[in-house]
């Protein structure tokens, strides 16, 4: 969508090709203010999508793993007259919260149709593997599992930390570029936990955790 409004590439032809067949997957996030900005100039229909794909966040939470408060009694007290207010906000049909999170696998689907309405089904090419890449002198030849090849006058490697294209052109560094911190990062989904619109961070020692909710 971005690389569609670049005044330098106005007429070009734009294809995203993606390893991905678009299955639900990654984690949940939050979107900041100028997240929301960049999205809004972006795709104003795209914006308002992925609004109304977010959960409410009303109270906020910070609890020991065995479930013990560890919030002073005047936050804890604070708190709840919040928690309160938003519930009443709610009984009257407005849904306003702190914050709003959502799954990343929204986000995206949200992206994926406003590409397809706005550029064709041709501008998304998912469950394409890069085998092969040529840099010649006027353009570039991309070689994909089951035979298929692109010729292109620019491409934009977005692969990440373990880069097919760093991978496969001449000179570049293979290093996955990642640090060690000794740290274990885990995330997971629980679609039958109702968090009542509570986010809780756990605390215990070098651990810690965080559940909220997320998505519709």
């Known amino acids: 969508l971005a690389l569609s409004k670049a005044p330098c590439l106005q007429n070009a032809n734009i294809a995203v090709f993606e390893a991905d067949t678009w299955k639900p997957k990654g984690a949940s996030i939050q979107i900041s203010k100028a997240g929301w900005s960049a999205l809004e100039n972006l795709d104003e229909e795209a914006a308002t999508r992925i609004r109304a794909t977010g959960a409410p966040v009303t109270q906020v939470s910070l609890r020991s793993f065995?479930?013990?408060?560890?919030?002073?009694?005047?936050?804890?007290?604070?708190?709840?007259?919040?928690?309160?207010?938003?519930?009443?906000?709610?009984?009257?049909?407005?849904?306003?919260?702190?914050?709003?999170?959502?799954?990343?696998?929204?986000?995206?689907?949200?992206?994926?149709d406003r590409v397809r309405e706005t550029l064709g089904e041709s501008s998304l090419q998912p469950g394409s593997t890069l085998e092969s890449l040529d840099a010649g002198a006027d353009d570039v030849r991309l070689g994909f599992g089951g035979g298929d090849e692109v010729r292109a006058k620019v491409?934009?490697?977005?692969?990440?930390?373990?880069?097919?294209?760093?991978?496969?052109?001449?000179?570049?560094?293979?290093?996955?570029?990642?640090?060690?911190?000794?740290?274990?990062?885990?995330?997971?989904?629980?679609?039958?936990?109702?968090?009542?619109?509570?986010a809780t961070f756990y605390k215990d020692g070098d651990c810690s955790g965080l559940v909220f909710p997320a998505g519709t």
């Open 155 to 198: 491409v934009l490697a977005c692969d990440g930390t373990r880069s097919a294209v760093r991978r496969l052109l001449p000179g570049e560094s293979d290093d996955e570029l990642l640090l060690s911190e000794g740290r274990s990062v885990w995330r997971g989904q629980a679609p039958t936990l109702d968090t009542r619109g509570a």
């Open 66 to 112: 065995s479930g013990k408060p560890l919030t002073p009694l005047p936050l804890t007290f604070l708190a709840r007259i919040v928690a309160w207010f938003f519930a009443l906000l709610r009984l009257v049909g407005l849904k306003r919260a702190l914050t709003r999170a959502h799954t990343w696998h929204d986000v995206r689907t949200v992206l994926r």
